[in-house]
Each structure stands twice: as C-alpha cells, then as structure tokens.
C-alpha cells in the first residue's frame, strides 16, 4: 500500500473530523462529540496551537488515519507528549496504519526531547490493547481518569 504519514494541515480538518466522529460511533459516543472541522482549524492552527496531527494518506483512499497530540509536562518526567487519538478508519484497521502513525510520532517525541508518552485506551477496545502491548507499551491499572465537564466546570463552588 502506497500509504504517506505526514503532519496534517488546514485543508485536513474537515477528514480529520470525519475520522473523529468514526471513532466517536466505534466508541458508542457520537453525541459527546461537541468539535467541528471550524474548530480544529482554529486549534491547531490559531495563534496558540493546542494540538497537532499526525495524517497517514493513500493517493487512491485520501486520509485514512490521524493522530492527534499535544505536548504536556509532568512534574516528575518533564516534557511528556499526550496522544489524544490515534485514528483509522474501520476498512483501513489491522493494516499496520495505527502502527505506522505511532512510529511517526515516537519519531517525533524523540525529536522534541520528550521523556514520556500517554495516551488512554478503552479497556474493551482489545485490537488496540493488543497493538500498544505489541510496541512493549504499558498498560497501566492503576491510574483512574477524572474530568470535569464544561458544565462542571461552570457550577464550580469554592467552599
């Protein structure tokens, strides 16, 4: 497969957003997804860049894959990169895609003197599970993911 991983741009949001509703279904959550291709742009490409993307592409298919990334820091690792979601889309998987879009992006992290990647994986999500072990990534059980809504956010009270 004639198959191009390469940092995606403006023009890539409106797929990139398609991927991500894809994954939204897979997931069981479409209507969580509150993003736009508007809204990429402007986050990716704004003033201040939250994310990045990672776009792997066939001349005959277009984009088939993203992933899309942010840098963070730990106190205890310093400059760690955060995967958000590695992407392909459903007639694409098992191909070595995912695969080759991580190795891009460690490529990346190496580059940019990251000590550390993260990333979250649904727990039955098993081809993905089996893909991270498969590149010696760990799984770690004992850290449980919080987060706060918009909403949340906005009933805060301080007492």
Not at 20 to 25: D, F, G, K, P, Q
Not at 38 to 53: K, M, S, T, V, W
Not at 94 to 111: H, P, W
Request: aromatic share 12%; with cysteine.
């Amino acid at each position: 497969m004639n198959l191009t991983i390469r940092k995606a741009t403006p023009k890539d949001m409106a797929a990139v957003h398609a991927l991500t509703i894809e994954l939204a279904v897979f997931e069981k959550a479409p209507e969580q997804v509150e993003t736009s291709p508007e809204i990429y742009i402007q986050d990716a490409f704004g003033d201040r860049p939250y994310f990045e993307c990672f776009v792997a592409e066939t001349p005959e298919n277009g984009i088939v894959g993203a992933a899309m990334f942010y840098m963070g820091y730990s106190s205890w690792k310093g400059k760690m990169l955060y995967l958000d979601d590695l992407i392909i889309t459903e007639s694409f998987r098992r191909k070595g895609i995912g695969r080759k879009l991580l190795d891009r992006l460690v490529a990346y992290a190496v580059a940019q003197n990251v000590q550390q990647m993260r990333w979250h994986v649904l727990e039955w999500n098993t081809p993905a599970i089996k893909m991270y072990e498969s590149v010696q990534a760990e799984l770690d059980p004992e850290w449980t993911t919080c987060r706060l809504t918009r909403a949340q956010m906005e009933a805060w009270r301080s007492v």
